[in-house]
T-cell receptor, first 114, second 110 residues
Framework: DTEVIQTPKHLVMGMTNKKSLKCEQH?????MYWYKQKAKKPPELMFV???????INESVPSRFSPECPNSSLLNLHLHALQPEDSALYLC?????????????FGQGTRLTVV | AQSVTQPDIHITVSEGASLELRCNYS??????LFWYVQSPGQGLQLLLK??????LVQGIKGFEAEFKRSQSSFNLRKPSVHWSDAAEYFC????????FGPGTRLSVLP
């Protein structure tokens, strides 16, 4: 199984809502990533978890809160978002953040903040 | 710090024609290089990767790429493009994490 599963595929939320994005992989990967991708732009790294510990936070606003409950799951909790946060949110995993390996990407969650 | 440039924002080719997408990188150590493809609204799919060894690497869907250290380049090629190849192509370098180039959008004319 070489799949990264992201749910939901689409999400519309108001600026006062609290929602969560979920990501799951069963490849035994110990590094997991959240990327944000705006239209016609490359993915931008938000967070990296390595062995279930947050190793990189690319100065992401606190309205985005990542969580790694175990080695297979990665969540992104959303609260008080702004319309400019609307984007495709991609989850990825790799064997380890410094290993000779590629990142496997999920299909993404298309988030719209209204 | 690592960085990736893709000089061509948009390329249009005719179906059956050959293709080359350019990628240049900057990284202080031996780079790990990748090409990903993304169809509209979809995630990224790995086409090929270079870690070491043979500088010409073969990937899926008939793509290949050549690593040229002297030019800091990792250009993607395909001898004959199919209409289904129309997509966004991202070159990426892995140092401390994956950093993507700005992307090249490929359009294919029938």
């Amino acid at each position: 199984d070489t799949e990264v599963i992201q749910t939901p595929k689409h999400l519309v939320m108001g600026m006062t809502n609290k929602k969560s994005l979920k990501c799951e992989q069963h490849m035994g990967h110990r590094a997991m990533y959240w990327y944000k991708q705006k239209a016609k732009k490359p993915p931008e790294l938000m967070f990296v978890y390595s062995y279930e510990k947050l190793s990189i936070n690319e100065s992401v606003p606190s309205r985005f809160s990542p969580e790694c409950p175990n080695s297979s799951l990665l969540n992104l909790h959303l609260h008080a978002l702004q319309p400019e946060d609307s984007a495709l949110y991609l989850c990825a995993s790799s064997q380890a953040s410094r290993a000779l390996n590629e990142a496997f990407f999920g299909q993404g969650t298309r988030l719209t903040v209204v | 710090a690592q960085s990736v440039t893709q000089p061509d924002i948009h390329i249009t080719v005719s179906e059956g024609a050959s293709l080359e997408l350019r990628c240049n990188y900057s990284y202080g150590a031996t780079p790990y290089l990748f090409w990903y493809v993304q169809s509209p609204g979809q995630g990224l799919q790995l086409l090929l990767k270079y870690f070491s060894g043979d500088t010409l690497v073969q990937g899926i869907k008939g793509f290949e790429a050549e690593f040229k250290r002297s030019q800091s380049s990792f250009n993607l090629r395909k001898p004959s493009v199919h209409w289904s190849d129309a997509a966004e192509y991202f070159c990426a370098v892995y140092g401390q994490n994956f950093v993507f180039g700005p992307g090249t959008r490929l359009s294919v004319l029938p």
